[in-house]
């Protein structure tokens, strides 16, 4: 009979947490997932020196081209050439598919490393296209990384660092961050993250939008596109001059060009824990 009662106690909390019961289990089949996926990534590259870097994306903020939150990054097309890949816009789309476990973003002037941050994703063997994708856009809102950089390194003589988007904050990665009709690609959480259902124009980084519809990749105006926006706290209806690098961004009457602080490139790796110090020349391949 005290079985019985136990048997249906248990049965009444299941009902009741039957939600949280299923998301735990997907949450550990994720989990059990990257498992396999670190071993088989183990298995496939063996032994290595110090691994190698590719180059995935390259953001230059006034080339005339627009990244924004739409173009490229969930679809992986290529995009701008092999010859002008660290000068302009660009992306690769064999890098885009490759599975990636570290990611290293660097600020550069004319192909030489200014400044660079490099982390390791949670969960190993996937690409930026699965990372970026449309499956991934909806909810978005992806904290990719934990424990924050595992390398960090500025030129003693970096400048424009007080409001970078990238090396003026701390924190991990965000991907795809979705809040009401706005989105951007790349943020950090030691930023400010606007709440999901706050149309605040608030969150800054690589790739952004403040009128799309961020989880089904469409842009809705041309108008408020832009490539880069520099930390600031600048929310929708108090603020009227929201503070960009470089020139390529819509007509919106609140986006305001700025000074570019260098072009982004988005290097990842399999195997590589440790990116080039400043002063380092890029190629689109990073041997270490």
Same mark, same amino acid.
Do not use: K, Y
């Given at each position: 009979m005290k079985v019985l009662v136990i048997l249906a @106690?248990?049965?009444t909390v299941c009902q009741a947490d039957s939600k949280k019961l299923r998301e735990g289990f997907q949450d550990l089949g994720e989990e059990l997932g990257d498992l396999a996926d670190r071993v088989g990534v183990l298995e496939k590259i063996g032994p290595t020196k110090g691994g190698r870097w590719q180059l995935g994306m390259?953001?230059?903020?006034?080339?005339? %081209?627009?990244?924004g939150y739409v173009v490229g990054w969930a679809t992986g097309q290529d995009i701008g050439s092999e010859e002008e890949a660290l000068k302009a816009d660009y992306l690769?789309?064999?890098v885009w598919e490759e599975p990636a476990n570290y990611i290293a973003i660097v600020r550069h002037q004319q192909g030489v490393v200014d400044a660079v941050k490099v982390w390791q994703f949670k969960h190993w063997g996937k690409s930026l296209l699965m990372r970026f994708g449309l499956k991934k856009m909806d909810p978005g809102r992806q904290i990719v990384t934990s424990g924050g950089p595992i390398q960090e390194s500025i030129a003693e003589e970096a400048e424009n660092l007080e409001d970078d988007p990238i090396f003026s904050v701390d924190g991990d990665l965000a991907f795809n961050w979705a809040y009401a009709n706005n989105g951007c690609r790349i943020t950090l959480t030691g930023g400010y993250l606007s709440p999901a259902d706050e149309n605040d124009?608030? &969150? %800054?980084?690589?790739?952004?939008?403040?009128? @799309?519809d961020p989880l089904e990749n469409r842009s809705t105006s041309s108008l408020w596109v832009h490539d880069v926006s520099n930390i600031q706290d600048c929310p929708l209806g &108090? @603020? /009227?001059a929201v503070r960009l690098q470089g020139t390529d961004h819509g007509a919106g009457s609140s986006l305001r060009s700025g000074p570019v602080y260098g072009n982004y490139a988005i290097y990842v790796s399999q195997d590589a824990k440790t990116f080039p110090e400043p002063g380092y020349q890029l190629e689109t391949e /990073?041997?270490?």
């Open positions: @106690c248990l049965l390259n953001i230059n903020p006034a080339d005339g %081209h627009i990244f690769n789309s064999e124009d608030n &969150t %800054h980084g690589l790739g952004n939008d403040f009128r @799309c &108090t @603020c /009227v /990073v041997q270490m």
